[in-house]
């Protein structure tokens, strides 16, 4: 039994807010976010918008590409930063009752921007189990947890959804190897405050986003390198096997990093974090939808997913794409 995307959906806000348009509210320019992190700009929610509401766009679209009705879904798994409720209900359960999805079983899973690796990863061990299709959405609504007049924080982020359709067939390829793996002695690299860790956390909002940007740099780049080196030591793929590599969304200077110290040569990665900035767990979906879109990926293509984040935690999967 093998495990294949059948369907891919994305969904961005309409409002563009670009790097000079940041430059009005913080002491920052086009010329410094473009030459450290290769955004130009990015999606931003309006005050009608949250993860939900983009979650079951991208999800829509996903369905509709797969030609898969929502009834027909076994499960469905939300990954998000930003769900619309702190704890529950879980984002996939008010996603479940937008779709109509009645016969699925819904639930978050909390990998920071591996999400979205994490939730193929998972979905793929349930699919042995329950051999019906599986809706995996990513969804982060990042402008809502930033301190909008830190600059270095606020340029780096954007709102985006993505989703996919997994189905089990007898074909081979598809969903591959899979590595997730954490370093939580990390955990505060990347965090949020708002759970009930203390009296005071419990009672008080979550407040912004708090990053130390060069000790998740470091990370970054260290994961990045060990997902695509031990994908190819134990999958017996070699760089000439693949035709893509799409990366996590984080930094245009993270993948060059990462490209000095390994035998991939920087056109098999795809970018576009120029125009949406770090969604999240949504930009590998993103991207992997914008490049279906765009014909990029053909029948027997392979590539690998590749992602970390807040946790410290980080992720890949190796796909040959079947569809
Ligand atoms: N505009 C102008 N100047 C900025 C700025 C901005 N948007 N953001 C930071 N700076 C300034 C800093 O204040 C600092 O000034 P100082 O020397 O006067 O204190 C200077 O630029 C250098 O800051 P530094 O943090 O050393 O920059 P950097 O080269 O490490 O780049 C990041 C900062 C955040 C871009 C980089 O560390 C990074 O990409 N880290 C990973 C972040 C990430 O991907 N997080 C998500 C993971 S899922």
Avoid at 22 to 28: A, C
Avoid at 287 to 293: G, N, T
Wanted: glycine fraction near 10%.
């Amino acid at each position: 039994m093998y495990t294949h995307i059948v369907g891919t959906g994305s969904a961005v806000p309409a409002r563009v807010v670009t790097n000079d348009d940041l430059s009005k509210i913080v002491d920052t320019s086009d010329e410094w976010i473009v030459s450290h992190t290769g955004i130009r700009q990015r999606h931003i929610v309006s005050a009608e918008e949250n993860a939900s509401t983009l979650g079951c766009t991208a999800a829509k679209r996903a369905l509709e590409d797969a030609g898969i009705a929502p009834e027909e879904i076994g499960t469905i798994i939300v990954t998000s930063t930003t769900p619309d409720y702190a704890v529950y209900p879980s984002t996939a359960c008010v996603i479940q009752g937008m779709l109509g999805a009645v016969n699925a079983a819904a639930f978050d899973v909390s990998a920071a921007c591996p999400g979205f690796v994490y939730g193929l990863t998972i979905a793929k061990g349930l699919m042995q189990i329950d051999d019906r299709p599986v809706l995996v959405i990513s969804t982060e609504i990042m402008s809502r947890t930033i301190n909008w007049s830190d600059r270095n924080t606020c340029c780096l982020f954007g709102d985006g959804a993505g989703a996919v359709v997994l189905k089990n067939s007898d074909v081979p390829g598809g969903l591959g190897f899979h590595l997730i793996g954490a370093d939580g002695t990390g955990a505060l690299a990347i965090h949020r405050e708002g759970g009930v860790r203390t009296e005071e956390t419990a009672r008080n909002a979550p407040g912004d986003l708090k990053m130390d940007g060069r000790a998740v740099f470091n990370f970054a780049v260290r994961s990045f390198c060990d997902i695509i080196s031990k994908t190819f030591e134990n999958y017996g793929w070699t760089e000439k096997d693949i035709t893509w590599i799409v990366p996590h969304q984080a930094n245009t200077r993270i993948i060059d990093a990462a490209v000095k110290r390994i035998n991939v040569p920087v056109e098999k990665f795809y970018v576009n974090i120029d125009r949406f900035a770090n969604t999240s767990s949504a930009s590998i979906p993103i991207a992997l939808d914008e490049m279906v879109k765009k014909g990029l990926i053909k029948t027997g293509d392979r590539m690998i997913f590749a992602a970390f984040g807040a946790g410290l935690v980080y992720g890949g999967v190796a796909v040959e794409w079947t569809k």
